[in-house]
């Protein structure tokens, strides 16, 4: 049998002597593979005496943790060194400035809708919402649009077949045509007082310049004890001349017809039309919104006693609003998700509209 010391010497040499990783594990199996040196002597125990074998089993497996704890240390000191060796190297230079990156932009009307919800917001309405299938009677019947209307027409309307057979015209399901309904369904949740906000989609069957198929309303409900038309008139003005960031913006109310408002207005804002191009601000005036005091018939139908509270309600085109705010010339571009037109009226996504924060840019 070898000398054990001389063994370890050699092999501890070996270890220290390994140049990298491949060189170690050559090392290691040389020493205590199946076929290395340390197995090796470790086979040949079996041919001595026992005092002797013991003895030199003892040696050898002493021998055999020192060289597998060489050979650990040895490692850990090589992979540390690897990974300093890369640390030096890699560094990452944090002053460089981003690359540009490709950014997306917000469409138009999400942004009238948010700017129109911070507007109402600040003034402390809430949002609900309600479903773009409805059915006949909260589109119409709730409110006192009665079946002979030419609202209900079919060329003016999106019908579907109800759910129902047995429900009858109250239960036919249609598109909504405006977002009026949501008043409804918001005054059956619950008892007043009510005030709301409804941002959403509404559909109706026209299809030019100015009118699609499916286009956004945001509707407005406020009723309470002692609501009257001088809020309406207030918080419409207000809202004009915020949304459009034009404190002296000439705002006018004209009597008109609604059946679900008594009495009804439309409300105008002032405008010029010099050469063809329409501005917001000045002597000539263009309509925005529909609004009017809460029919007594419609809180009625809600189980909301008339003699005891009454209110107002609103609606506005968001694409209309967005138009005239923007200067997009021609709706249908809204709906034709053209990224150029997107890059050329979109906006900046983490640019949140807030009335602090300003509406306009
Ligand atoms: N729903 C009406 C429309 O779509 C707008 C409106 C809402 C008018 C509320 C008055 C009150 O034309």
Redesign the pocket.
Known sequence: MESVDKLREELLAAVEAAADLDALEQVRVAALGKKGRITDQMKGLGGLDPDRRREAGQALNALKDAVAEALDARKAAMEGAALDARLAEERIDVTLPARPEETGRIHPISQVIDEIVAVLGDMGFAIAEGPDVEDDWHNFTA?NIPPDHPARQEHDTFYLPSADENDGEQGRMVLR????PV?IRTMQAGPPPYRVIVPGR?YRCDYDATHSPMFH?V???LVDEKTHMGHLKGCLIDFCRAFFGMDDLPVRFRP?Y?P??EP??EVDIGCTRAGGELKIGGGDWLEV????M?NPNVLRNCGVDPDKYQG??????VERMAMLKYGVPDLRTFYESDLRWLRHYGFAALDVPTLTGGLNR
Do not use: D, I, R
């Not at 107002?312 to 085109?317: E, K, N, Q």
């Open positions: 409110l045509t405006h977002t009026s008043q509404t309303q509707e407005g409900l008109s609604f679900f408002t009804s207005a919104l529909g609004a009017g809460v107002f309600a609103f609606g506005m085109g």
